[in-house]
Nanobody
Framework: QLQLVESGGGLVPPGGSLRLSCAAS????????IGWFRQAPGKEREGVSC????????NYAESVNGRFTISKDNAKKTVYLQMNSLKPEDTAVYYC??????????????WGQGTQVTVSS
């Protein structure tokens, strides 16, 4: 089994920064890539970024490329999403999930509970 817990969301003004964390536990944690997804009200969930199980490869959606950075601390079994230059359209509930076939966001499973990110002045 694999459990994922997100943290770090909050309210931030446009242009601000936040760092989300995804803490993983369970015996399967070393075998999965980890992806960040988001879902805004009235919109479908979309893949934002993912990182390979080794942490050596990363992938970004075009909408966040250059502003968001994904990283992984293998010792802490935690994946981070550093979000800079935030825009109101980044407002959403952010989820992390295990990805069985990097970088296929459609292969995600073992979802976390989500953390709200609101970008507003």
């Amino acid at each position: 089994q694999l459990q994922l817990v997100e943290s770090g969301g909050g309210l931030v003004p446009p242009g601000g920064s936040l760092r989300l964390s995804c803490a993983a536990s369970g015996f399967l944690v070393d075998y999965y890539a980890i992806g960040w997804f988001r879902q805004a009200p009235g919109k479908e969930r979309e893949g934002v970024s993912c990182i390979s199980s080794s942490g050596t490869s990363t992938n970004y959606a075009e909408s966040v490329n250059g502003r968001f950075t994904i990283s992984k601390d293998n010792a802490k079994k935690t994946v981070y999403l550093q979000m800079n230059s935030l825009k109101p359209e980044d407002t959403a509930v952010y989820y992390c999930a295990a990805i069985s076939m990097y970088p296929d966001y459609g292969s995600a499973s073992y979802w976390g509970q989500g953390t709200q990110v609101t970008v507003s002045s």
